[in-house]
């Protein structure tokens, strides 16, 4: 599980049909530097699939690869990220 920072939200024409209304957003995954607000610990953007309601300026928790698709089993999403959790409080010691 990784934390990142909503930047933007994804519109698709088209998508695999167990997606249908579902949003992704644009994440820049961040480390402990970037936790404490240096500019170097943003990591690259990717796209994460969002069932939570988050939009830009939210930070998330994000879960990658095989664990992205788990929440969905026994019918698992075309997924390879996944938005787990909206975080309204953290602590960076």
């Given at each position: 599980m990784?934390?990142?920072d909503v930047i933007g939200k994804v519109t698709l024409s088209r998508c695999h049909p167990s997606l249908v209304?579902?949003?992704?957003?644009?994440?820049?995954?961040?480390?402990a530097a970037g936790l404490r607000?240096?500019?170097?610990?943003?990591?690259?953007?990717?796209v994460v699939y969002d069932e939570r309601g988050a939009g830009p300026g939210s930070r998330i928790t994000f879960?990658?690869?095989g664990?992205?698709?788990a929440p969905f089993s026994p019918?698992?999403?075309p997924v390879d990220a996944y938005n787990a959790a909206l975080?309204?409080?953290?602590?960076?010691s």
């Open positions: 990784r934390i990142g209304g579902a949003t992704w957003l644009v994440v820049t995954p961040l480390s607000g240096d500019e170097s610990g943003r990591g690259e953007p990717l879960s990658e690869g664990e992205a698709a019918n698992p999403k975080l309204d409080h953290w602590e960076v």
